[in-house]
């Protein structure tokens, strides 16, 4: 062999050796089930506590009661006696009352915004100026509450009464007569006490024959 054929034999047999070597270096290399079990992982931030917001429960009056929606189960408001314990506990606070009756016999439940007069016949009225009373909304059915306007109660249903007042849910009551319509039927309703358009005050019951 001469020396040219003896060193390409040598420079091919050198670039084979690095050919295997650059290959054995590159090669990739993988984790096992370990080192994949001790990788760290990222850390989950903890998420902010989620503020529960409670509505108050609603007081919405009609001519028979009072019911409470949004709250606690509870049976109907009466405008009675018997049922002083039941606004109370709607209402979320003792009245303001000292239970004495006045000269004409009726007592007075009070709360700010919220009067319950009971006669002593029991017969009773709840005469409302505030359109929350202890945070709690008090609305008629329609959604009618002190700070209505007249345009409101007209379009839920309400006609025109004596003085400043409108009237809704007007019923008659068989056995009475009118003290405003000589020869009628005497009426009771829900009263709107308007003051300009705006509802300035609610009573109910409210009648044309008798004193509620």
Do not use: K
């Amino acid at each position: 062999m001469g020396p040219l054929r003896t060193a390409l034999a040598g420079a091919t047999a050198l670039l084979g050796l690095t050919f295997t070597l650059v290959s054995c270096t590159s090669a990739p290399t993988s984790s096992g089930l370990m080192d994949v079990a001790t990788l760290p992982t990222a850390q989950s931030e903890a998420l902010p506590a989620v503020e529960v917001v409670s509505v108050a429960s609603a007081i919405v009056i009609s001519l028979e009661h009072a019911t409470v929606e949004g709250g606690t189960a509870q049976e109907p408001l009466g405008y009675r006696a018997d049922a002083v314990d039941g606004w109370r506990s709607a209402l979320g606070s003792d009245s303001a009352s000292s239970g004495s009756p006045s000269a004409d016999g009726v007592v007075a439940h009070d709360w700010p915004g919220l009067r319950l007069l009971l006669a002593d016949d029991d017969e009773g009225s709840v005469s409302i100026t505030a359109a929350e009373v202890n945070g709690h909304p008090v609305r008629t059915a329609h959604g009618l509450a002190v700070g209505s306007t007249r345009a409101e109660a007209i379009a839920a249903g309400a006609l025109p009464g004596s003085g400043h007042e409108l009237r809704i849910d007007v019923r008659e009551v068989p056995g009475t007569s009118s003290a405003e319509r000589p020869e009628s039927v005497g009426t009771e309703f829900i009263a709107l006490e308007m003051n300009g358009d705006t509802v300035a005050s609610i009573r109910v019951p409210a009648n044309d024959f008798g004193e509620r």
